[in-house]
């Protein structure tokens, strides 16, 4: 079984939104400090946001007043809210704990994102 499970990418043109979900399963959610990273293809996994146990936000600076990130403990879900999508947004999207580490070097599968047109 999965302890984090990604989804809701997919190709959106430029301008455009999409709502990531992350599933957490086999921890206690609401202990954590989770973050949503991400990755572009030839470079390194980047942190985009993260949300501390309180519900109190950081953003990276270039996703400030685009990207919005949330979190429901009584689903033990993760959410990242993308408005204005740019093509340089385009990367695998990832959740874990923030710092990285929920288990390990534990990382899912991760959602793509593409913007393009």
């Known amino acids: 079984q999965e302890l984090l499970v990604e989804s809701g990418g997919g190709l959106v043109q430029p301008g455009g939104s999409l709502r990531l979900s992350c599933a957490a399963s086999?921890?206690?959610?609401?202990?954590?400090?989770l973050g949503w990273y991400r990755q572009a293809p030839g470079k390194q996994r980047e942190l985009v946001a993260y949300i501390t146990t309180g519900g109190s936000t950081t953003y990276t600076d270039s996703v400030k007043g685009r990207f919005t990130i949330s979190r429901d403990n009584a689903k033990s879900t993760v959410y990242l809210q993308m408005n204005s999508l740019k093509p340089e947004d385009t990367a695998v999207y990832y959740c874990?704990?923030?710092?990285?580490?929920?288990?390990?070097?534990?990382w899912g599968q991760g959602t793509q994102v593409t913007v393009s047109s």
């Open positions: 086999g921890i206690i959610f609401s202990r954590y400090v």
């Open positions: 874990n704990s923030y710092p990285p580490g929920i288990v390990g070097d534990y």
